[in-house]
Protein backbone atom coordinates (compact mmCIF):
# COMPACT_ATOMS: atom_id res chain seq x y z
CA UNK A 1 0.00 0.00 0.00
CA UNK A 2 1.36 3.48 -0.86
CA UNK A 3 2.35 6.04 1.95
CA UNK A 4 0.25 8.56 0.13
CA UNK A 5 -2.82 8.40 -2.26
CA UNK A 6 -1.52 7.58 -5.99
CA UNK A 7 -3.17 10.08 -7.04
CA UNK A 8 -0.54 12.34 -5.41
CA UNK A 9 2.44 10.90 -6.87
CA UNK A 10 3.90 11.98 -9.95
CA UNK A 11 2.84 10.38 -13.08
CA UNK A 12 6.18 9.14 -13.88
CA UNK A 13 6.26 7.78 -10.60
CA UNK A 14 3.22 6.02 -10.59
CA UNK A 15 4.44 4.40 -14.16
CA UNK A 16 7.34 3.19 -12.42
CA UNK A 17 6.04 1.39 -9.63
CA UNK A 18 2.98 0.16 -11.82
CA UNK A 19 6.04 -1.62 -14.24
CA UNK A 20 8.20 -3.18 -11.11
CA UNK A 21 7.89 -6.61 -9.49
CA UNK A 22 5.07 -5.45 -6.86
CA UNK A 23 1.74 -6.53 -8.15
CA UNK A 24 0.50 -3.48 -7.16
CA UNK A 25 -0.49 -1.15 -8.89
CA UNK A 26 -1.96 -3.33 -11.37
CA UNK A 27 -4.36 -3.51 -13.65
CA UNK A 28 -7.42 -2.67 -11.26
CA UNK A 29 -5.42 0.42 -9.99
CA UNK A 30 -4.88 1.55 -13.62
CA UNK A 31 -8.97 0.64 -14.87
CA UNK A 32 -9.40 3.37 -12.12
CA UNK A 33 -7.22 5.95 -13.45
CA UNK A 34 -8.45 5.17 -17.29
CA UNK A 35 -12.18 5.94 -16.17
CA UNK A 36 -10.86 9.11 -14.11
CA UNK A 37 -9.12 10.84 -17.18
CA UNK A 38 -12.85 9.60 -19.01
CA UNK A 39 -14.58 11.69 -16.95
CA UNK A 40 -11.87 14.73 -17.02
CA UNK A 41 -12.70 14.88 -20.76
CA UNK A 42 -16.25 15.13 -20.28
CA UNK A 43 -15.69 17.81 -17.79
CA UNK A 44 -13.57 19.41 -20.16
CA UNK A 45 -15.97 19.68 -23.10
CA UNK A 46 -18.59 21.20 -20.60
CA UNK A 47 -15.85 23.47 -19.47
CA UNK A 48 -14.95 24.80 -23.52
CA UNK A 49 -18.95 24.67 -23.69
CA UNK A 50 -20.29 26.88 -21.04
CA UNK A 51 -20.35 30.65 -21.06
CA UNK A 52 -20.18 30.79 -24.55
CA UNK A 53 -22.99 32.05 -26.70
CA UNK A 54 -23.14 29.90 -29.31
CA UNK A 55 -24.04 27.20 -27.34
CA UNK A 56 -26.42 29.15 -25.03
CA UNK A 57 -29.19 26.53 -25.57
CA UNK A 58 -27.33 23.47 -23.77
CA UNK A 59 -25.88 25.86 -20.98
CA UNK A 60 -28.31 23.64 -18.34
CA UNK A 61 -27.39 20.63 -19.70
CA UNK A 62 -23.77 21.20 -19.70
CA UNK A 63 -24.17 22.30 -16.00
CA UNK A 64 -25.83 19.17 -14.97
CA UNK A 65 -23.23 17.07 -17.47
CA UNK A 66 -20.19 18.77 -15.31
CA UNK A 67 -21.59 18.25 -11.87
CA UNK A 68 -22.23 14.73 -12.64
CA UNK A 69 -18.74 13.98 -14.32
CA UNK A 70 -16.87 15.55 -11.29
CA UNK A 71 -18.80 13.51 -9.12
CA UNK A 72 -17.58 10.55 -11.54
CA UNK A 73 -13.94 11.41 -11.11
CA UNK A 74 -13.59 11.80 -7.48
CA UNK A 75 -15.04 8.53 -7.14
CA UNK A 76 -12.61 6.67 -9.79
CA UNK A 77 -9.56 9.04 -8.43
CA UNK A 78 -10.16 7.65 -5.08
CA UNK A 79 -11.07 4.10 -6.52
CA UNK A 80 -7.03 4.43 -7.79
CA UNK A 81 -5.73 3.89 -4.59
CA UNK A 82 -8.93 2.01 -3.10
CA UNK A 83 -8.20 -0.87 -5.49
CA UNK A 84 -4.58 -1.41 -4.03
CA UNK A 85 -5.75 -1.04 -0.14
CA UNK A 86 -8.22 -4.36 -1.07
CA UNK A 87 -5.18 -6.12 -2.61
CA UNK A 88 -3.27 -5.33 -0.05
CA UNK A 89 -6.32 -7.22 2.64
CA UNK A 90 -5.89 -10.39 0.39
CA UNK A 91 -2.08 -11.11 0.07
CA UNK A 92 -2.01 -10.30 3.97
CA UNK A 93 -5.04 -13.19 4.29
CA UNK A 94 -2.88 -15.41 2.15
CA UNK A 95 0.03 -15.11 4.58
CA UNK A 96 -2.10 -15.89 7.71
CA UNK A 97 -0.96 -19.69 8.82
CA UNK A 98 -2.80 -22.60 8.22
CA UNK A 99 -1.53 -25.22 10.32
CA UNK A 100 -4.47 -26.12 12.75
CA UNK A 101 -8.08 -27.00 11.55
CA UNK A 102 -9.03 -23.67 12.98
CA UNK A 103 -6.47 -21.27 11.76
CA UNK A 104 -7.23 -23.09 8.26
CA UNK A 105 -11.15 -21.91 9.11
CA UNK A 106 -9.84 -18.48 10.29
CA UNK A 107 -7.71 -17.93 7.50
CA UNK A 108 -10.84 -18.88 5.05
CA UNK A 109 -13.37 -16.75 6.72
CA UNK A 110 -10.84 -13.68 6.05
CA UNK A 111 -9.74 -14.31 3.11
CA UNK A 112 -13.10 -14.69 1.49
CA UNK A 113 -13.97 -11.33 3.12
CA UNK A 114 -10.97 -9.64 1.42
CA UNK A 115 -11.83 -11.54 -1.79
CA UNK A 116 -15.26 -9.79 -1.64
CA UNK A 117 -13.54 -6.49 -0.88
CA UNK A 118 -11.33 -6.54 -3.90
CA UNK A 119 -14.37 -7.54 -6.18
CA UNK A 120 -16.57 -4.95 -5.22
CA UNK A 121 -13.50 -2.01 -5.86
CA UNK A 122 -13.52 -2.78 -9.81
CA UNK A 123 -17.40 -3.34 -9.79
CA UNK A 124 -17.81 -0.01 -8.53
CA UNK A 125 -15.45 1.48 -11.19
CA UNK A 126 -16.84 -0.57 -13.83
CA UNK A 127 -20.19 0.74 -12.67
CA UNK A 128 -18.94 4.11 -12.59
CA UNK A 129 -17.21 3.74 -15.74
CA UNK A 130 -20.46 3.07 -17.41
CA UNK A 131 -22.01 6.42 -15.63
CA UNK A 132 -18.81 8.03 -17.75
CA UNK A 133 -19.50 6.15 -21.23
CA UNK A 134 -23.33 7.70 -20.76
CA UNK A 135 -22.63 11.44 -19.96
CA UNK A 136 -19.96 10.99 -22.85
CA UNK A 137 -22.79 10.71 -25.41
CA UNK A 138 -24.89 13.96 -24.84
CA UNK A 139 -20.86 15.86 -24.77
CA UNK A 140 -20.45 14.66 -28.24
CA UNK A 141 -24.24 15.72 -29.05
CA UNK A 142 -24.31 18.94 -27.60
CA UNK A 143 -20.86 20.12 -26.22
CA UNK A 144 -18.89 22.56 -28.54
CA UNK A 145 -17.92 20.76 -31.36
CA UNK A 146 -14.14 21.86 -31.40
CA UNK A 147 -14.01 19.27 -28.59
CA UNK A 148 -16.10 16.44 -29.81
CA UNK A 149 -12.87 14.29 -30.20
CA UNK A 150 -12.26 14.85 -26.68
CA UNK A 151 -16.08 13.22 -25.65
CA UNK A 152 -14.92 10.37 -28.70
CA UNK A 153 -11.79 9.55 -26.44
CA UNK A 154 -14.29 9.96 -23.34
CA UNK A 155 -16.16 6.81 -24.44
CA UNK A 156 -13.17 5.20 -25.50
CA UNK A 157 -11.65 5.19 -22.54
CA UNK A 158 -14.86 4.58 -20.35
CA UNK A 159 -15.18 1.28 -22.22
CA UNK A 160 -11.66 0.29 -21.60
CA UNK A 161 -11.76 0.89 -17.39
CA UNK A 162 -15.30 -0.66 -17.40
CA UNK A 163 -13.32 -3.76 -19.49
CA UNK A 164 -10.46 -3.56 -17.55
CA UNK A 165 -12.31 -3.44 -13.97
CA UNK A 166 -14.42 -6.87 -15.17
CA UNK A 167 -10.97 -8.68 -15.35
CA UNK A 168 -10.37 -7.56 -12.39
CA UNK A 169 -13.40 -8.72 -10.90
CA UNK A 170 -13.17 -12.17 -12.58
CA UNK A 171 -9.61 -12.98 -10.98
CA UNK A 172 -11.24 -12.28 -7.54
CA UNK A 173 -14.66 -13.79 -7.96
CA UNK A 174 -12.37 -16.93 -9.31
CA UNK A 175 -11.59 -17.58 -5.19
CA UNK A 176 -14.72 -17.11 -3.99
CA UNK A 177 -16.83 -19.75 -2.86
CA UNK A 178 -20.02 -18.14 -2.55
CA UNK A 179 -21.85 -19.28 -5.73
CA UNK A 180 -25.14 -16.91 -5.21
CA UNK A 181 -22.43 -14.23 -5.07
CA UNK A 182 -20.48 -14.91 -8.31
CA UNK A 183 -23.38 -15.52 -10.54
CA UNK A 184 -24.82 -12.30 -9.44
CA UNK A 185 -22.11 -9.76 -9.63
CA UNK A 186 -20.53 -11.66 -13.07
CA UNK A 187 -24.22 -11.21 -14.69
CA UNK A 188 -24.16 -7.37 -13.25
CA UNK A 189 -20.17 -7.19 -15.01
CA UNK A 190 -21.91 -8.70 -18.31
CA UNK A 191 -25.20 -6.26 -18.33
CA UNK A 192 -22.40 -3.35 -17.91
CA UNK A 193 -19.98 -4.45 -20.58
CA UNK A 194 -22.51 -4.90 -22.69
CA UNK A 195 -23.43 -1.24 -22.48
CA UNK A 196 -20.42 0.64 -22.81
CA UNK A 197 -19.79 -1.47 -26.08
CA UNK A 198 -22.82 -0.18 -26.92
CA UNK A 199 -22.16 3.21 -26.21
CA UNK A 200 -18.58 3.07 -27.74
CA UNK A 201 -19.99 2.39 -31.05
CA UNK A 202 -22.49 4.72 -30.63
CA UNK A 203 -20.30 7.73 -29.38
CA UNK A 204 -17.17 7.18 -31.54
CA UNK A 205 -19.59 6.81 -34.66
CA UNK A 206 -21.30 9.98 -33.52
CA UNK A 207 -17.94 11.75 -33.00
CA UNK A 208 -16.16 11.16 -36.30
CA UNK A 209 -19.32 12.20 -38.17
CA UNK A 210 -18.84 15.69 -36.46
CA UNK A 211 -14.68 15.99 -37.37
CA UNK B 1 2.29 24.65 -22.76
CA UNK B 2 3.24 23.35 -19.62
CA UNK B 3 6.26 24.66 -17.14
CA UNK B 4 7.68 20.94 -16.82
CA UNK B 5 7.02 17.70 -18.59
CA UNK B 6 3.15 16.35 -17.25
CA UNK B 7 5.00 12.90 -16.47
CA UNK B 8 6.68 15.18 -13.67
CA UNK B 9 3.10 16.31 -12.63
CA UNK B 10 1.11 14.37 -9.61
CA UNK B 11 -1.60 12.62 -11.21
CA UNK B 12 -4.37 14.98 -9.38
CA UNK B 13 -3.03 17.91 -10.88
CA UNK B 14 -3.02 16.37 -14.53
CA UNK B 15 -6.79 15.37 -13.88
CA UNK B 16 -7.66 18.76 -12.51
CA UNK B 17 -5.77 20.63 -15.77
CA UNK B 18 -7.51 17.90 -17.69
CA UNK B 19 -10.81 18.81 -16.73
CA UNK B 20 -9.81 22.30 -17.28
CA UNK B 21 -11.24 25.13 -19.80
CA UNK B 22 -7.38 24.75 -21.48
CA UNK B 23 -7.83 22.53 -24.00
CA UNK B 24 -4.36 21.42 -23.35
CA UNK B 25 -4.06 18.43 -22.25
CA UNK B 26 -6.66 16.84 -23.90
CA UNK B 27 -7.11 13.42 -26.06
CA UNK B 28 -4.31 13.48 -27.41
CA UNK B 29 -1.91 14.08 -24.64
CA UNK B 30 -4.74 11.27 -22.61
CA UNK B 31 -4.36 9.00 -25.52
CA UNK B 32 -0.02 8.47 -24.75
CA UNK B 33 -0.35 7.99 -21.33
CA UNK B 34 -3.36 5.43 -22.09
CA UNK B 35 -0.71 3.89 -24.03
CA UNK B 36 2.01 4.19 -21.46
CA UNK B 37 -0.08 2.99 -18.78
CA UNK B 38 0.07 -0.10 -20.99
CA UNK B 39 3.10 -0.71 -21.46
CA UNK B 40 3.90 -0.14 -17.79
CA UNK B 41 1.73 -3.32 -17.29
CA UNK B 42 3.72 -5.27 -19.90
CA UNK B 43 6.63 -4.79 -18.14
CA UNK B 44 4.90 -5.62 -14.60
CA UNK B 45 4.06 -9.38 -16.15
CA UNK B 46 8.03 -9.28 -17.10
CA UNK B 47 8.85 -8.37 -13.37
CA UNK B 48 6.84 -11.08 -11.97
CA UNK B 49 7.84 -13.64 -14.55
CA UNK B 50 11.71 -12.62 -14.61
CA UNK B 51 13.73 -14.98 -12.43
CA UNK B 52 10.87 -17.64 -11.57
CA UNK B 53 11.93 -21.15 -11.79
CA UNK B 54 8.61 -22.04 -13.08
CA UNK B 55 8.81 -19.81 -15.92
CA UNK B 56 12.04 -20.99 -16.78
CA UNK B 57 11.68 -22.06 -20.31
CA UNK B 58 10.60 -18.12 -21.28
CA UNK B 59 13.29 -16.07 -19.44
CA UNK B 60 14.75 -15.20 -22.73
CA UNK B 61 11.29 -14.35 -24.28
CA UNK B 62 10.99 -12.28 -20.88
CA UNK B 63 13.84 -10.19 -21.49
CA UNK B 64 13.17 -9.35 -24.86
CA UNK B 65 10.06 -8.32 -24.01
CA UNK B 66 10.60 -6.10 -21.12
CA UNK B 67 12.98 -4.27 -23.10
CA UNK B 68 10.77 -3.57 -25.73
CA UNK B 69 7.82 -2.34 -23.56
CA UNK B 70 10.44 -0.28 -21.38
CA UNK B 71 11.57 1.66 -24.92
CA UNK B 72 7.42 2.00 -25.86
CA UNK B 73 6.79 3.05 -22.30
CA UNK B 74 9.41 6.04 -22.85
CA UNK B 75 8.32 6.84 -26.02
CA UNK B 76 4.71 6.79 -24.59
CA UNK B 77 5.29 8.97 -21.92
CA UNK B 78 7.29 11.31 -23.31
CA UNK B 79 4.52 12.08 -26.40
CA UNK B 80 1.82 12.94 -23.28
CA UNK B 81 4.00 16.24 -23.33
CA UNK B 82 4.63 16.09 -27.27
CA UNK B 83 1.16 16.08 -27.68
CA UNK B 84 0.68 19.54 -25.95
CA UNK B 85 3.64 21.10 -27.36
CA UNK B 86 2.28 20.43 -31.21
CA UNK B 87 -1.23 21.47 -30.05
CA UNK B 88 0.11 24.67 -29.12
CA UNK B 89 2.24 25.48 -32.21
CA UNK B 90 -1.02 25.51 -34.11
CA UNK B 91 -2.82 27.59 -31.78
CA UNK B 92 0.35 30.07 -31.71
CA UNK B 93 0.16 29.80 -35.87
CA UNK B 94 -4.10 30.25 -35.95
CA UNK B 95 -3.27 33.79 -33.92
CA UNK B 96 -1.11 35.25 -36.79
CA UNK B 97 -2.12 38.47 -38.51
CA UNK B 98 -4.13 37.52 -42.32
CA UNK B 99 -4.68 41.38 -42.97
CA UNK B 100 -2.54 41.21 -45.84
CA UNK B 101 -2.70 38.49 -48.90
CA UNK B 102 1.59 37.88 -47.77
CA UNK B 103 0.35 37.78 -43.60
CA UNK B 104 -2.12 35.51 -45.10
CA UNK B 105 0.46 33.16 -47.15
CA UNK B 106 2.76 33.30 -44.35
CA UNK B 107 -0.16 32.43 -41.48
CA UNK B 108 -1.27 29.27 -43.88
CA UNK B 109 2.36 28.31 -44.75
CA UNK B 110 3.07 27.95 -40.67
CA UNK B 111 -0.56 27.13 -39.75
CA UNK B 112 0.10 23.51 -42.43
CA UNK B 113 3.53 22.86 -40.97
CA UNK B 114 2.12 23.11 -37.31
CA UNK B 115 -0.67 21.01 -38.40
CA UNK B 116 1.37 18.34 -39.98
CA UNK B 117 3.60 18.01 -36.57
CA UNK B 118 0.26 17.79 -34.89
CA UNK B 119 -1.15 15.47 -36.71
CA UNK B 120 2.24 13.33 -36.49
CA UNK B 121 2.53 12.78 -32.78
CA UNK B 122 -1.01 10.74 -32.69
CA UNK B 123 0.22 9.07 -35.78
CA UNK B 124 3.30 7.87 -33.73
CA UNK B 125 0.95 7.42 -30.69
CA UNK B 126 -1.19 5.06 -32.35
CA UNK B 127 2.01 3.06 -33.93
CA UNK B 128 3.37 2.70 -30.54
CA UNK B 129 -0.12 1.53 -28.91
CA UNK B 130 0.41 -0.76 -32.02
CA UNK B 131 3.12 -2.03 -30.66
CA UNK B 132 2.02 -2.48 -27.17
CA UNK B 133 -0.54 -3.98 -28.03
CA UNK B 134 1.81 -6.73 -30.01
CA UNK B 135 3.67 -7.34 -27.21
CA UNK B 136 0.16 -8.16 -24.74
CA UNK B 137 0.33 -11.40 -26.82
CA UNK B 138 3.37 -12.84 -25.52
CA UNK B 139 3.06 -11.36 -22.41
CA UNK B 140 -0.89 -13.51 -21.58
CA UNK B 141 0.69 -16.74 -23.09
CA UNK B 142 4.09 -16.96 -21.57
CA UNK B 143 4.05 -14.51 -18.70
CA UNK B 144 3.23 -15.66 -15.12
CA UNK B 145 -0.72 -16.99 -15.09
CA UNK B 146 -1.02 -14.82 -12.08
CA UNK B 147 -0.60 -11.51 -13.55
CA UNK B 148 -2.31 -12.42 -16.65
CA UNK B 149 -5.20 -10.20 -15.96
CA UNK B 150 -2.39 -7.62 -16.29
CA UNK B 151 -1.67 -8.57 -20.13
CA UNK B 152 -5.69 -8.55 -20.74
CA UNK B 153 -5.26 -4.90 -19.09
CA UNK B 154 -2.42 -3.63 -21.39
CA UNK B 155 -4.23 -5.08 -24.39
CA UNK B 156 -7.50 -2.85 -23.17
CA UNK B 157 -5.60 0.25 -23.18
CA UNK B 158 -3.32 -0.65 -26.34
CA UNK B 159 -6.31 -0.33 -27.91
CA UNK B 160 -7.89 2.52 -26.63
CA UNK B 161 -4.93 4.94 -26.99
CA UNK B 162 -4.22 3.69 -30.45
CA UNK B 163 -8.39 4.68 -31.21
CA UNK B 164 -8.13 7.56 -29.32
CA UNK B 165 -4.76 8.83 -30.82
CA UNK B 166 -7.21 8.19 -34.25
CA UNK B 167 -9.43 10.68 -33.65
CA UNK B 168 -6.75 13.31 -32.58
CA UNK B 169 -4.95 12.17 -35.95
CA UNK B 170 -8.62 13.18 -37.93
CA UNK B 171 -8.95 16.59 -36.51
CA UNK B 172 -5.81 17.91 -37.48
CA UNK B 173 -6.02 16.42 -40.99
CA UNK B 174 -9.17 17.93 -41.42
CA UNK B 175 -7.17 21.11 -41.87
CA UNK B 176 -4.50 20.31 -43.81
CA UNK B 177 -4.49 20.82 -47.41
CA UNK B 178 -1.90 18.23 -49.06
CA UNK B 179 -4.43 15.91 -50.18
CA UNK B 180 -1.85 12.66 -50.67
CA UNK B 181 -0.04 13.39 -46.99
CA UNK B 182 -4.13 12.98 -45.95
CA UNK B 183 -4.69 9.97 -47.66
CA UNK B 184 -1.20 8.17 -46.78
CA UNK B 185 -1.50 8.72 -43.21
CA UNK B 186 -5.25 8.12 -43.11
CA UNK B 187 -4.66 4.86 -44.34
CA UNK B 188 -1.77 4.06 -41.98
CA UNK B 189 -4.18 4.81 -39.18
CA UNK B 190 -6.93 2.19 -40.64
CA UNK B 191 -4.52 -0.39 -40.83
CA UNK B 192 -3.29 -0.39 -37.24
CA UNK B 193 -7.10 0.27 -36.06
CA UNK B 194 -7.74 -3.34 -38.09
CA UNK B 195 -4.91 -4.67 -35.72
CA UNK B 196 -5.05 -3.36 -32.77
CA UNK B 197 -9.03 -4.32 -32.85
CA UNK B 198 -8.09 -8.25 -33.90
CA UNK B 199 -4.88 -8.45 -31.23
CA UNK B 200 -8.12 -6.92 -28.48
CA UNK B 201 -10.32 -9.83 -29.57
CA UNK B 202 -7.38 -12.05 -29.15
CA UNK B 203 -5.73 -10.89 -26.40
CA UNK B 204 -8.76 -10.77 -23.94
CA UNK B 205 -9.73 -14.34 -25.21
CA UNK B 206 -6.46 -15.43 -24.26
CA UNK B 207 -6.93 -13.69 -20.91
CA UNK B 208 -10.10 -15.29 -20.03
CA UNK B 209 -8.72 -18.77 -20.61
CA UNK B 210 -6.28 -18.41 -17.97
CA UNK B 211 -8.18 -16.89 -15.19
Known amino acids: MPEQLYTDWAIQAYLDK ?52 EQLRADLAGFVS ?10 AAMKM ?39 SQ ?9 AVSDAGVAVLLADASAQAAALNVKINLAWIEDAAFKTETWSRIESILEETGRLRDLVLALTYDKI
Chains 1, 2 share one sequence.
Open 18 to 69: LAGSDPEPGGGSVAALTGALGAGLVTMVTALTLGKEKYAAVQDDMAWLRNEA
Open 82 to 91: ADAEAYAKVA
Open 97 to 135: PRGTDTEKAERSTVLQAALRGAADVPLKVAEAALAVARL
Open 138 to 146: PAAEKGNTN
